[in-house]
């Protein structure tokens, strides 16, 4: 009877084991990248279908599917840390294999160019076992955080790889180099099927200028006052909140919210990242809620995140966000506190200052301290006047 008891205590923990392990990592059916960006034409086939469709701004894509472009037109495609691709007319480029593991925090990641031209702009990765590749029929390019242009002849399938800044690891398909070559900024490497590979050779500025201008992220956005960086971060956070598996009401609220400006894409993804590690969706949704109402700071977001991070349990997890939205209730009336002690403070252009108020300044973050020095400062100037 003991060990019967015992069995399924075993079978239990295995059983919790697995799920914890499942929620920390995607897998290839998991959401991959995001259309952030549509110039002109382009169509998407989805992995296992035979005909393209349109695609469309913040549409999913996963293993297999593939993104072509039309004549005159461009497209720009984003995954969940804020890497992206932009595709040049008549490019053919399909999603690869991609996992993250949210606990080790392992990324890898595979694309391949059929034809055409892509730009790629890589976040650093964050542990040396990651790894982030881009595949042509003759070439394999890998890269550890970096900015780069892939071209791919249609006809031949020869390929150039130009590396506009940081470093760019290639090798030859078809297993004519024994070993990589590293190239370094401003340098191209070709790889032909007609000729064995040769040296990386030093681009000169005006091809390199016009490979830029050609390859530029947008030709302008499809909404004159957007800025490209918030296209990004938006599309970037509206992926990580599809592979983070929340509700579809929550979902459109979530985007409608990050496309209003109420909720900063990127803090607002760095709190979408908790329920990979075992955080309730509901208490992410309270932070988020909290974080919205009451304007809380970017480091108030992030001592928050990481402080959950290193929580034991859900008890303290429970703690941390409950001391996160005390203090977002309490903030306004600590600043007005805070202000009015600083225009009571001394005369003079170095205003003095009552000891408790110099122990609220050391709590208070080197942002939240600039603030006070520019007020006191401000104050200063008009009692001399």
Do not use: W
Not at 141 to 159: H, I, L
Not at 240 to 254: E, M, V
Request: hydrophobic residues 35%; aromatic residues 4%.
């Amino acid at each position: 009877m003991i060990f019967f008891r015992n069995s399924h205590i075993i079978l239990f923990l295995v059983a919790s084991a697995m799920i914890v392990t499942c929620s920390l990592e995607t897998h290839a059916d998991d959401d991959t990248a995001i259309i952030s960006y549509i110039q002109g034409s382009v169509s998407v086939k989805k992995s296992g279908g035979q005909a393209f469709k349109a695609a469309e701004v913040d549409m999913t894509l996963v293993e297999g599917d593939t993104v072509r472009t039309g004549a005159d037109s461009r497209v720009r495609i984003v995954t969940e840390d804020g890497s992206s691709f932009t595709l040049s007319a008549l490019s053919s480029f399909t999603i690869g294999k991609s996992t993250a593991n949210y606990d080790s925090m392992k990324r890898t990641a595979s694309f391949n160019l059929e034809s055409g031209k892509a730009r790629a702009t890589v976040q650093k990765l964050e542990t040396n076992d990651s790894s982030f590749e881009v595949n042509t029929p003759t070439a394999v390019a890998g890269v550890r955080g970096t900015d780069f242009v892939v071209e791919v002849d249609p006809d031949t399938e020869d390929s150039v790889v130009t590396v506009l800044d940081g470093d760019v690891d290639v090798s030859d398909k078809l297993g004519r180099m024994k070993e990589r070559i590293r190239l370094g900024k401003d340098e191209a490497f070709d790889v032909s099927r007609a000729r064995a590979p040769e040296r990386p050779r030093r681009m000169n500025l005006e091809r390199l200028n016009m490979l830029k201008n050609e390859m530029a992220r947008y030709s302008g956005p499809q909404d004159p006052n957007a800025d490209p960086d918030d296209v990004d971060d938006q599309a970037a956070s509206f992926l990580a909140a599809r592979r983070a598996k929340i509700p579809a009401d929550k979902l459109k609220d979530f985007m409608d919210k990050v496309k209003s400006g109420e909720l900063p894409p990127k803090l607002a993804k760095k709190v979408l990242f908790l329920i990979h590690k075992g955080v309730p969706p509901d208490s992410v949704f309270q932070v988020l809620r909290t974080m919205r109402e009451k304007e809380m700071t970017k480091e108030d977001v992030e001592n928050l995140v990481k402080e959950i991070k290193k929580s034991g349990n859900a008890e303290d997890v429970k703690k941390a966000i409950e001391k996160f939205k005390k203090d977002a209730e309490e903030r306004p009336a600590r600043q007005r506190r805070l202000q009015k002690e600083n225009q009571s403070s001394g005369d003079g252009d170095e205003p003095k200052k009552p000891e408790k108020l110099k122990e609220k300044i050391k709590e208070m973050s080197p942002e939240q301290r600039e603030k006070v020095r520019e007020r006191i400062k401000e104050n200063a100037g008009r009692r001399n006047r």
